[in-house]
């Protein structure tokens, strides 16, 4: 029979032939007897009722199938439900982006420069007051305490920065027990240095007057007790101050610096003593010590730098725009036109002989409007000032002889054309104005009168003729 074949290829099913024994043998068995069922069936036309009994294990569980190995790739993997799709984040547009950026980067120069300014200015004492503490170092303090007692008595500011400051210059080993006299105007150094015992230094008030020389300065300095002349002159040489306005400046010179020394009362650590300050004669105690002089030296610089605004640097580029036009009107070659720009350095020089050629304040733009007349004249190529010869001759004249005038030095405006080598003298701040800010004139002399004033005149005509009044007026 067909179904009898069928039983026998399902028997031999190489797949169905893997499954377990005893599932087989009651799958074929079942599968038997319900065929048989079947049969009688049809045979009788109606249904009747199994006249077997199904066998136990097959009542108790249905048959599941186990699918052979061979096929279980064909199963399908269930697929895993997509997440959702996050909208994007939205953005700021590029320009706001890139201006926030600019403001942060602003926002931390400004504090990095605030933050630098403070250090600066407690660890140099630059902006405090002048008022004088007392304070007391036991016999067991330690570092931590003496910056504990001057934080107390508003010596400092920073006191992380004075324990470096302590640590790295070796402050321990200076600083003995003892009550001392102290100043806010004092800075780290100074601090440090009053603490340690040597009660033969002070502090004193200096002022600097307007149109004194290096030498001069160096000379009041020495006789002040703050610091020997030569130890300045070896650090204005020599010293690598740190700024930009002295970056061109050659080493080795003992002026170097001249121009630089801001004219300005300063306190200094003194020598202590019972001399007459115009005393020069006074000499140097052995042994004594006085102020550092790079100190001294950077105390008047950064002066200057604070003096010296950058508006005024900006003027520098006025000027050159009015000088310019001015020698291209009098037949300047290009090459002269570029030699002729001025810069802070020059500004200085005709600050320091305006400073020494004025007698009063309100002539500094008149003598400054000269002295770029001829500068800017093909027919007055020397400025012919004779504080440039008392400069080159190193010492004071009251009156010039024909050697004199004709010294063989590049500062010597009555023999070489142009500006001087450099500064003659350290110009206060209205002289650097009436420099940056010369008067229009066409005056191209000056002399002084009996009052004390100057008589300007156009042409050299109207100057002899003045010269000659004098004369006669003295006889």
Request: aromatic residues 10%.
């Amino acid at each position: 029979m067909a179904d009898e074949r069928w039983l026998r290829d399902l028997n031999h099913d190489p797949d169905l032939v893997r499954l377990a024994g005893d599932d087989v043998d009651e799958l074929i068995k079942s599968t038997r007897e319900e065929l048989d069922y079947a049969d009688r069936i049809m045979r009788s036309g109606r249904p009747q009722e199994p006249e077997y009994s199904a066998p136990q294990s097959y009542q108790k569980e249905v048959f599941q199938p186990k699918i052979p190995d061979i096929y279980a790739d064909w199963t399908q993997e269930e697929e895993e439900p997509e997440e959702p799709i996050k909208p994007p984040k939205k953005r700021l547009a590029a320009g706001w982006r890139v201006l926030i950026y600019v403001l942060s980067v602003v926002a931390a120069s400004v504090l990095l420069a605030f933050a630098g300014w403070h250090c600066a200015d407690d660890v140099m004492a630059l902006t405090k007051p002048d008022r004088s503490v007392s304070i007391t170092v036991g016999e067991n303090d330690t570092i931590a305490d003496i910056v504990d007692t001057l934080k107390a008595n508003d010596l400092i500011d920073l006191p992380w920065l004075f324990r470096f400051y302590c640590w790295f210059s070796n402050a321990e080993e200076k600083i003995v027990p003892g009550t001392y006299e102290l100043n806010n105007v004092y800075d780290y150094h100074a601090l440090v240095s009053g603490m340690s015992g040597n009660s033969n230094r002070i502090t004193r008030t200096v002022t600097i007057p307007e149109g004194y020389s290096c030498d001069q300065i160096f000379t009041m300095l020495e006789q002040e007790g703050v610091c020997r002349a030569e130890d300045l002159y070896d650090a204005a040489a020599n010293s690598q101050f740190s700024y930009d306005f002295l970056q061109s400046l050659p080493y080795g010179k003992k002026n170097r610096l001249e121009g630089y020394l801001f004219p300005d009362t300063y306190e200094f650590y003194s020598v202590k003593s019972e001399k007459d300050n115009s005393n020069v004669d006074w000499t140097w105690p052995d042994g004594a010590v006085g102020d550092d002089p790079e100190r001294v030296l950077e105390k008047f610089l950064d002066n200057f730098q604070r003096k010296f605004t950058e508006d005024m640097k900006t003027s520098i580029d006025t000027l050159n725009q009015e000088l310019t036009a001015r020698m291209e009107a009098n037949g300047f070659s290009s090459e002269e036109i570029a030699a002729g720009q001025m810069d802070l350095h020059k500004i200085v020089i005709v600050a320091s002989l305006i400073e020494k050629e004025t007698a009063s304040v309100s002539e500094s733009p008149l003598i400054s409007s000269v002295i770029y007349n001829r500068l800017c004249s093909k027919d007055y190529p020397l400025l012919q000032i004779d504080a440039t010869v008392l400069y080159a001759l190193g010492e004071h004249k009251e009156t010039l002889t024909a050697e004199d005038l004709m010294v063989d030095s590049p500062y010597n405006t009555r023999r070489y054309p142009g500006l001087p080598v450099g500064p003659i003298a350290n110009p206060g701040l209205s002289s650097i104005q009436a420099a940056l800010n010369p008067e229009n004139t066409d005056y191209f002399f000056y002399a002084l009168d009996t009052d004390g004033t100057h008589h300007f005149s156009e042409t050299n005509q109207e100057h002899e003729q003045f010269l000659a009044q004098l004369e006669n007026d003295a006889e």
